[in-house]
């Protein structure tokens, strides 16, 4: 079956340490990737995301993912991390899985926490 | 705009009950999708919906059932609750799957 796996369920970082969670689908059609977080107590907004073109993609708060389609792979990186990006991360994968419509698809998220 | 909106947002059921989480969105999106997220697994996707009338299931669709008769609003209903359905419940909308999904506040349901 069709999956999303993000092998990190809990990161624990000092402030201004680099971070890189990772995203691996396992899908061989066309897909479009994207990037949540969930702050605690706040509802899932999009960080970014993936279509096409550029592989290296730039979202809010200094996020950045790279898409390796050799891999299958989307992971998301920060250079340096702020107490405020302590929340859950979840990454998406758009596609026909499974035949019917085109689905979103979700990982099981990554718990990161921030130390001051 | 209100956005995407779930009522109701706590819920405590006994198991064999049957109850309807609402969702309605004022954007006229098409599309819409009810997750359920638990702990350590993330958002699971139920059923979704690419328009008024159109639906399909999604990664666990047993015990839970939809329809879309206007597009606007997005009712997911469980016929029997069962223990196993304790979770806490997510709607979503866009436009397309193009664009960002966006969320509702959630519903907290336990069924005991």
């Known amino acids: 079956a069709q999956s999303v796996s993000q092998h990190n369920h809990h990161v624990i970082l000092s402030e201004a340490a680099s971070l890189e969670l990772g995203c691996n689908y396992s899908?061989?059609?066309?897909?479009?990737l994207f990037w949540y977080v969930q702050y605690p107590g706040q509802h899932l907004q999009l960080l970014l995301k993936?279509?096409?073109?550029?592989?290296l993609v730039k979202g809010i708060k200094g996020f950045e993912a790279e898409f390796i389609k050799s891999k299958f792979s989307f992971n998301l990186r920060k250079p340096s991390v702020q107490w405020s990006d302590t929340a859950e991360y979840f990454c998406a994968v758009r596609g026909e899985f499974s035949g019917g419509y085109n689905k979103l698809i979700f990982g099981a998220g990554t718990r990161l926490a921030v130390h001051p | 705009n209100a956005g995407v909106t779930q009522t109701p947002k706590f819920q405590v059921l006994k198991t064999g009950q049957s109850m309807t989480l609402q969702c309605a969105q004022d954007?006229?999106?098409?599309?819409m999708s009810w997750y359920r997220q638990d702990p350590g697994m993330g958002l699971r996707l139920i059923h979704y919906s690419v328009g008024a009338g159109i639906t399909d299931q999604g990664e666990v669709p047993n015990g839970y059932n939809v329809s879309r008769s206007t597009t606007e609003d997005f009712p997911l209903r469980l016929l029997s609750a069962a223990p196993s359905q304790t979770s806490v419940y997510f709607c979503?909308?866009?436009?397309?799957?193009?664009?960002?999904?966006?969320f509702g506040p959630g519903t907290r349901l336990t069924v005991l």
């Open positions: 993936y279509f096409s073109g550029d592989p």
């Open positions: 954007m006229n999106h098409e599309y």
């Open positions: 979503a909308s866009s436009y397309s799957l193009d664009n960002e999904q966006f």
């Open positions: 899908y061989g059609g066309t897909v479009n």
